[in-house]
């Protein structure tokens, strides 16, 4: 017979690992977020006691972004290149998962080490490459202009003028974020189609489902819970994003608000209002975790009924 604190005990390694890489440097940050400036040093003096806490700079940042506050804009480019952003890893992703977890066969292995490669190369590394494909003369660039894809792109509004991507682009920054956050999307999601049982959809083809509405009606909501987890773990780190519009555009006509963080806490004078940001952006984050987190439990409750 086990004691009772034999199990429990094996979750102490993660716990600890959470409290000093995560919580110990999150409530840091707090600290700095609702401490004071040095008038002199113009450095940021924390405050760790919660009854010291000074919630001016939290304030200031919430009013500001407010309708036409300094990083109203900024929000609302960074809810709109995250939203396209996701729209795009959606579509592209998910028939990648579908065919690899309901047709692949023999080139199964093949194509899920495929999904994995991206993660053996250095995210900067990557984003590099792109800067070399997509820069005038550059392959990408090249043919984009023989298809004739880069004056669609033009008439579609998404660039400014034919060929030109790397002059602070929205286009390229959407692309980028795609191409930088897919894998993250589509292996969860593929782990979420492989899991369904097949008899399921056999049942629906039994009762006259044609293929479509038994994709529509079965595999689609039993995906769910993949769908959002991959949503999920692209959407967090894209919020807070900084160096991939710093890499393929550096413009601040596409800067997002991970761009503001890092401004106030490498560039500017006031790393508090930098914190502050932070934590406005870290409670925004949360409400989507809530309802990720509301979901699973849901679904799980569904499947036990």
């Given at each position: ?12 390694p993660?716990?600890?690992w959470?409290?000093i ?7 840091a940050?707090v ?39 300094v990083?109203w ?35 199964k292995?093949?194509l ?12 900067l ?24 894809i ?12 034919p ?11 959407i ?11 589509i ?9 369904i ?23 689609l909501?039993?995906?769910?819970t ?22 393929v ?9 991970g ?12 790393p ?8 406005v ?5 949360v ?19």
């Amino acid at each position: 017979m086990y004691p009772r604190w034999l199990w429990p005990a094996f979750a102490i390694p993660g716990v600890v690992w959470l409290l000093i890489l995560f919580l110990l440097p999150f409530y840091a940050v707090v600290g700095v977020a609702f401490g004071n400036i040095d008038p002199i040093l113009q450095t940021p003096i924390p405050a760790w006691n919660p009854l010291n806490w000074n919630t001016g700079w939290v304030a200031h940042v919430l009013n500001e972004l407010t309708p036409g506050g300094v990083y109203w804009d900024v929000f609302l480019r960074t809810i709109r290149y995250v939203a396209l952003s996701l729209g795009g890893c959606i579509l592209i992703g998910y028939p990648v998962a579908y065919y690899i977890a309901r047709h692949a066969t023999r080139t199964k292995s093949l194509l899920l080490i495929l999904l994995v490669l991206p993660f053996w190369i250095s995210y900067l590394m990557r984003m590099l490459a792109w800067i070399n494909l997509l820069a005038p003369g550059g392959y990408a660039a090249r043919f984009l202009s023989a298809t004739h894809i880069s004056d669609l792109l033009y008439h579609m509004g998404l660039l400014s003028q034919p060929n030109n991507y790397l002059g602070g682009e929205s286009f390229t920054v959407i692309f980028a974020l795609i191409y930088g956050y897919i894998p993250y999307f589509i292996l969860p999601l593929y782990a979420s189609l492989d899991r369904i049982d097949r008899s399921h959809l056999e049942a629906a083809r039994d009762l006259g489902a044609s293929p479509f509405r038994a994709f529509w009606h079965v595999t689609l909501p039993l995906s769910k819970t993949g769908l959002l987890g991959g949503a999920v773990l692209i959407v967090l780190p894209m919020f807070g994003d900084y160096y991939t519009p710093n890499i393929v555009s550096g413009a601040p006509t596409t800067s997002m608000i991970g761009n503001q963080i890092d401004l106030y806490f490498h560039g500017g004078p006031q790393p508090t209002i930098g914190a502050a940001i932070t934590i406005v952006l870290s409670a925004f984050l949360v409400v989507l975790m809530g309802y990720y987190m509301w979901t699973i439990h849901k679904s799980s409750k569904e499947l036990v009924a």
